[in-house]
T-cell receptor
Framework: GAVVSQHPSWVICKSGTSVKIECRSL??????MFWYRQFPKQSLMLMAT?????????EQGVEKDKFLINHASLTLSTLTVTSAHPEDSSFYIC?????????????FGPGTRLTVL | AQKVTQAQTEISVVEKEDVTLDCVYE???????LFWYKQPPSGELVFLIR??????QNEISGRYSWNFQKSTSSFNFTITASQVVDSAVYFC?????????????FGKGTRLHILP
């Protein structure tokens, strides 16, 4: 089946630094990638939808200047948390949808746990 | 607007008991998909099932079964003869068909504890 990887799997950083998280579709081309955030014991909340070659679409309440998304190729999307603060500590999960198929299946990455000190 | 409700926040059962996780969804669209995902302590989401709105057939996969009823907008998930390894958070989710910009809407999840 389709495989999605995320790197790093976990990261600890100091407040004020920026952190980049990569999401790769390993064996398929993903026209659309999604970024989710999950706080402890809560559900996944969609942050943004990323289409290859175009600007990401952010959900209401998500700061686009703080969470920079780049989807430069059909296999890679990156999320950069700029000037991270402790309240940004969360589990970030990406998913990828297969190219040229209805949005019926998303393949999820294993997640990245971000801790901001 | 679309919505998924998982009223059971947390459930504990003793191993080998059967357990049903409830899911109720809301949408005005006639074409949509419903999903169940399992999230073990490791955090990685495990896809369990996808069902489209035109297929109301119930499905069984080993100890897992799903009951889809459009009349009540429910898509319930039953684990028979539960095992400790079934302990996880289970999410029910909904997505609309056809629009590539559409998204998956997750319920809040049900945390399932299987006690030995």
């Amino acid at each position: 089946g389709a495989v999605v990887s995320q790197h790093p799997s976990w990261v600890i950083c100091k407040s004020g630094t920026s952190v980049k998280i990569e999401c790769r579709s390993l064996d398929f081309q993903a026209t659309t990638m999604f970024w989710y955030r999950q706080f402890p014991k809560q559900s996944l909340m969609l942050m943004a939808t990323s289409n290859e070659g175009s600007k990401a679409t952010y959900e209401q309440g998500v700061e686009k200047d703080k969470f920079l998304i780049n989807h430069a190729s059909l296999t890679l999307s990156t999320l950069t948390v700029t000037s991270a603060h402790p309240e940004d500590s969360s589990f970030y999960i990406c998913s990828a949808a297969l190219r040229d198929r209805p949005l019926d299946t998303q393949y999820f990455g294993p997640g990245t746990r971000l801790t901001v000190l | 607007a679309q919505k998924v409700t998982q009223a059971q926040t947390e459930i504990s059962v003793v191993e080998k008991e059967d357990v049903t996780l409830d899911c109720v969804y809301e949408t005005r669209d006639t074409t949509y998909y419903l999903f169940w995902y399992k999230q073990p302590p490791s955090g990685e989401l495990v896809f369990l099932i996808r069902r489209n709105s035109f297929d109301e057939q119930n499905e069984i996969s080993g100890r897992y079964s799903w009951n889809f009823q459009k009349s009540t907008s429910s898509f319930n998930f039953t684990i028979t003869a539960s095992q400790v390894v079934d302990s996880a958070v289970y999410f029910c989710a909904l997505s609309l068909w056809g629009n590539r910009d559409d998204k998956i809407i997750f319920g809040k999840g049900t945390r399932l504890h299987i006690l030995p």
